[in-house]
């Protein structure tokens, strides 16, 4: 089945460091999502995106929906020492309710 | 709290031996799913439902069940364990449609020996 191609797959940053990171996809999407994991808990949702080239932040963290509908990023700013885990992004098609997740980027922060 | 319930947290199978994962949701969400994360694959669909008693395969369904009798549960029937199915598993809900996110259990630990 297809995945997303997430980019970098791990990094480890100085806290206070922005951190970027994005998903690239094969096929255009409608929806763009943003999920964040913690060590032994289930993904929660950070950012949604529903059109190309929009811009949402939430907090520190901004995302963008890429304007060729094939790509999304996501920048953190200012990284503290509890941004630390995976970073996921998702995609939905038109017309289905599935998602499909990307593989993941792994964020470490050192203090 | 409202949310997405998993149950258990953690079990150990033996090869061969069957048992199902408990899924509820008290948000009214038409839509669920089960989801495994293997190191490095990211999270894959196993099934998925769309309301009671519609069900449907994802991308990996291979050794597992699902039904779903009510809006609420979900459960994830393995029929023989395998340890190839030692993996961390996710269910899922949210409102169906167009760009609803979904809500995430905090996950079942499965080792099959």
């Known amino acids: 089945g297809q995945q997303l191609n997430q980019s970098p797959q791990s990094m480890f940053i100085q806290e206070g460091e922005d951190v970027s990171m994005n998903c690239t996809s094969s096929s255009i999407f409608n929806t763009w999502l943003w999920y964040k994991q913690d060590p032994g808990e289930g993904p929660v949702l950070l950012i949604a995106l529903y059109k190309a080239g929009e811009l949402t932040s939430n907090g520190r963290l901004t995302a963008q929906f890429g304007i060729t509908r094939k790509d999304s990023f996501l920048n953190i700013s200012a990284s503290i020492p509890s941004d630390v885990g995976i970073y996921f992004c998702?995609?939905?098609?038109?017309?289905?309710?599935?998602?499909?997740f990307g593989t993941g980027t792994r964020l470490k922060v050192l203090a | 709290n409202a949310g997405v319930t998993q149950t258990p947290k953690f079990q150990v199978l033996k090869t061969g031996q069957s048992m199902t994962l408990q899924c509820a949701q008290d948000?009214?969400?038409?839509?669920m799913s089960w989801y495994r994360q293997d190191p490095g694959m990211g999270l894959r669909l196993i099934h998925y439902s769309v309301g009671a008693g519609i069900t449907d395969q994802g991308e990996v369904p291979n050794g597992y069940n699902v039904s779903r009798s009510t809006t609420e549960d979900f459960p994830l029937r393995l029929l023989s364990a395998a340890p190839s199915q030692t993996s961390v598993y996710f269910c899922?809900?949210?409102?169906?449609?167009?760009?609803?996110?979904?809500?995430f259990g905090s996950g079942t630990r499965l080792t099959v020996v």
């Open positions: 948000m009214n969400h038409e839509y």
């Open positions: 899922a809900s949210s409102y169906s449609g167009v760009g609803y996110g979904y809500t």
């Open positions: 998702a995609g939905q098609h038109s017309g289905t309710y599935k998602y499909i």
